[in-house]
């Protein structure tokens, strides 16, 4: 007989320990224990029977790892905890005795301070680690610096948000790393790819946040914590692989006029602390000195007193040096394959080059000023990421420490987001001057609602779809008052059979979508027609002109004589005549199947006459008669549509006799793949029903 094992030693019950015991095991109270598993990366786990891992009469709810928490046992941050708990109760006894001075100078200098190094350096072995899990850390931190300062925010906190994410913008900028951003109804994604890793975050638009009474701020703000050391982390990395000093100059003047990324100034390594300022480059010899002297610095290749006279004089050799320094930079970041046949082919290797070479030339060449109106720092974000370097603004949205103003006429691009804006009037004559003229007779000043002749001016989303397609869109698509094209996400790729919004309707929807279609046309059109009146012109009905023609011809004394068929009433009374006369004859009539046939005869007779009249009626009113067109188009829509059902049965019943071949498992399998397959269909039909009503209304609103 083999050893009874004891109840609770193996199994689920061993695996899995409940959040109670774990709390005990620790000693330490459940908020630090949350704490603690946040920035340990622990988190609850899923047994598949709960029954079996509880080791007590009542199910519990929440379970561990009995591995993860025997982890946390040798843990640093558990004696940190408890001198935090020793430090409160000293202070309150301080505060009890009324020892204000003493319970201050405890706070002061004897509360301990939690450093997460440690962590960082578990959790993420290697930078491509930290990278990944960059996501979520980007898109709170950008939450957070959005958010005004409350009692649970507290303001440091929020300008620590603010200065790290605004760090990051630099790096993108200066490297040219995003990719692509889009508009949506929770805020702005952007993407990035850093060292072969595609970044994807989001930031909120900057309306006026109201934080709500059931969020619990103290778990956010644990993950606040966590984050800002791992995003310092990575800024430091980040920046010193490209030759900057990590952290940047912040001006705090600047910073208070609302400068934001104007705000830093990025030094290089080893150039005896000189600023660069990328905003007041001017000309454009001085940028790409200034670029020449950043990679001689960041690849090693110059020393520190290299003469920006050398960098000036070899800019386009540097131009191409450069672009070969970061293939190299990029190339040693990404996966390299090799093949293991030396007679196979050679595989062609991943690289970022290409993307990097469009992101900085693609606004490079204008000069951008953006109005009151727009939301400037995402713009000026993207605009400067993707190459552009002289962005100016209104003095009314920050630092007037801008490229150019309004009036400035290097401006190139202005962004607008106005109903339209009226072209400048014309000149005047000599006539006609103003007595807001000056002295000398010139022209006054022009006003701030009218365009600058030779300014392109365009709306937001030009920059946005410009920069998700790759290449410059149509100004004129963009340009103030216009509608414009559909905003789409960049990562959403149309497959084939579903809708998309980018091809006309006519060659994606379907044959049964298209009769359907064309029938509410005709319908809609003998609607029309209907409710016209005689002398009401439509569009698309010939014979117009000729049809009132033909009707003043009628009321003419002198016209033509046309004898139309008679009335309704008319047959009636001619009925009824005929009927009086053959009572009075003599003659006994017909029997009852004859009486039949001979008043089908007087039925059919009077349907003829009276589609001869609404000929007749239509001919005078200059319209082509309708029933013989409209019974043929139906007949033949009929005929095809029967051709197009038999067909469709067909292969059904195909189907059917394939499925019974399958076994049970695969036939459930291809059930659900239809299933989901009728679903998409469905979804891209009333989508695409739904396109074709706004282009009928459309159309409708321009005639």
Not at 227 to 240: D, E, H, K, P, Q
């Given at each position: 007989m083999g050893k009874i094992k004891k109840k609770g030693t193996s199994g689920n019950a061993k695996l899995y320990i409940t959040r109670s015991q774990a709390v005990r095991k620790l000693q330490i109270p459940l908020p630090d224990f949350r704490r603690l598993c946040i920035f340990k990366g622990i988190y609850p786990r899923e047994p598949r029977s709960k029954k079996r891992a509880s080791k007590s009469s009542t199910p519990s709810t929440t379970f561990y790892y009995t591995k993860d928490i025997q982890y946390l046992l040798h843990e640093p941050l558990l004696n940190k905890f408890r001198d935090q708990k020793a430090l409160a109760k000293k202070i309150s006894k301080a505060l009890g005795r009324n020892e204000v001075s003493d319970a201050a100078r405890l706070e002061r200098n004897f509360t301990p301070r939690l450093r997460l190094d440690h962590i960082i350096k578990e959790r993420y072995p290697t930078f491509v680690d930290a990278l990944r899990d960059l996501d979520d850390a980007l898109s709170m931190l950008f939450l957070f610096g959005n958010l005004p300062s409350t009692e649970n925010v507290p303001p440091k906190a929020v300008a620590k948000c603010q200065r790290l994410t605004l760090e990051f913008e630099h790096y993108l900028i200066r490297t040219h790393a995003l990719r692509k951003s889009f508009l949506s109804i929770k805020g702005i994604y952007y993407q990035a790819t850093i060292h072969g890793q595609d970044i994807l975050w989001l930031v909120p638009y900057r309306f006026v946040q109201r934080t709500g009474a059931?969020?619990?701020?103290?778990?956010?703000?644990?993950?606040?914590?966590?984050?800002?050391?791992?995003?310092?982390?990575?800024?430091?990395?980040?920046?010193?692989?490209?030759?900057?000093?990590?952290?940047?100059?912040?001006?705090?003047?600047?910073?208070?006029?609302?400068?934001?990324?104007?705000?830093?100034?990025?030094?290089?390594?080893?150039?005896?602390?000189?600023?660069?300022?990328?905003?007041?480059?001017?000309?454009?010899?001085?940028?790409?000195?200034?670029?020449?002297?950043?990679?001689?610095?960041?690849?090693?290749?110059?020393?520190?007193?290299?003469?920006?006279?050398?960098?000036?004089?070899?800019?386009?050799?540097?131009?191409?040096?450069?672009?070969?320094?970061?293939?190299?930079?990029?190339?040693?970041?990404?996966?390299?394959?090799?093949?293991?046949?030396?007679?196979?082919?050679?595989?062609?290797?991943?690289?970022?080059?290409?993307?990097?070479?469009?992101?900085?030339?693609?606004?490079?060449?204008?000069?951008?000023?953006?109005s009151r109106e727009t939301p400037r720092h995402p713009l000026e974000f993207i605009l400067r990421a993707f190459g552009c370097k002289r962005v100016g603004w209104d003095t009314s949205l920050g630092d007037p420490g801008a490229y150019c103003s309004e009036d400035d006429t290097r401006v190139t691009h202005q962004i607008v987001d106005r109903p339209d804006i009226p072209l400048p009037s014309p000149p005047q004559t000599d006539g006609e001057l103003d007595a807001d003229d000056d002295e000398e007779g010139g022209v006054g000043a022009r006003k701030t609602n009218e365009r600058v002749p030779g300014r392109i001016y365009v709306q937001p989303q030009w920059v946005w779809d410009s920069v998700n397609a790759g290449q410059l869109q149509r100004a004129d698509l963009y340009a103030p008052g216009a509608t414009l094209p559909p905003h789409l996400s960049p990562w959403v790729k149309p497959k084939r059979g579903g809708y998309d919004p980018t091809v006309p309707l006519a060659e994606q929807e379907t044959a049964a979508e298209a009769e359907a279609g064309s029938d509410e046309d005709e319908v809609d059109a003998d609607e029309a027609l209907e409710e016209a009146s005689d002398g009401e012109e439509i569009e698309g009905v010939r014979g117009d002109e000729e049809a009132r023609g033909l009707e003043e011809e009628l009321d003419d004394d002198d016209g033509m004589d046309v004898e139309l068929a008679a009335s309704d009433d008319e047959e009636d009374d001619l009925a009824a005549e005929t009927v009086a006369g053959a009572e009075g004859d003599e003659w006994g009539g017909f029997s009852g199947d004859e009486a039949g046939d001979e008043a089908g005869d007087v039925d059919q007779a009077a349907h003829e006459a009276r589609e001869h009249q609404a000929e007749l009626e239509a001919e005078a009113l200059g319209r082509q008669p309708q029933s013989g067109k409209n019974d043929a188009k139906k007949h033949a829509r009929e005929a095809a549509q029967s051709k197009r059902t038999k067909a469709e049965r067909e292969a059904q019943e195909d189907v059917e006799r394939r499925k019974l071949m399958m076994p049970r498992r695969k036939r459930k399998m291809f059930e659900k793949m239809v299933y989901s397959n009728a679903k998409k269909d469905e979804e891209a039909e009333r989508l695409r029903a739904k396109k074709r009503k706004i282009e009928k209304v459309g159309g409708k609103q321009k005639v």
């Open positions: 059931d969020v619990d701020f103290r778990i956010m703000a644990t993950f606040v914590e966590f984050y800002t050391t791992l995003l310092s982390f990575v800024n430091f990395r980040l920046y010193t692989s490209i030759g900057l000093v990590y952290p940047p100059k912040l001006d705090a003047k600047s910073e208070e006029s609302g400068a934001e990324l104007s705000a830093f100034q990025l030094e290089n390594q080893g150039d005896g602390g000189k600023a660069e300022m990328a905003e007041v480059m001017d000309t454009e010899m001085h940028t790409k000195a200034q670029a020449e002297a950043d990679r001689l610095l960041s690849l090693g290749e110059a020393e520190a007193g290299t003469d920006a006279g050398e960098a000036q004089s070899g800019s386009q050799a540097g131009e191409q040096s450069e672009s070969s320094a970061v293939d190299e930079l990029t190339s040693t970041t990404l996966d390299q394959f090799t093949s293991l046949d030396p007679n196979a082919d050679t595989l062609l290797q991943p690289s970022l080059t290409a993307d990097v070479q469009t992101a900085s030339e693609l606004f490079e060449p204008f000069n951008v000023f953006l």
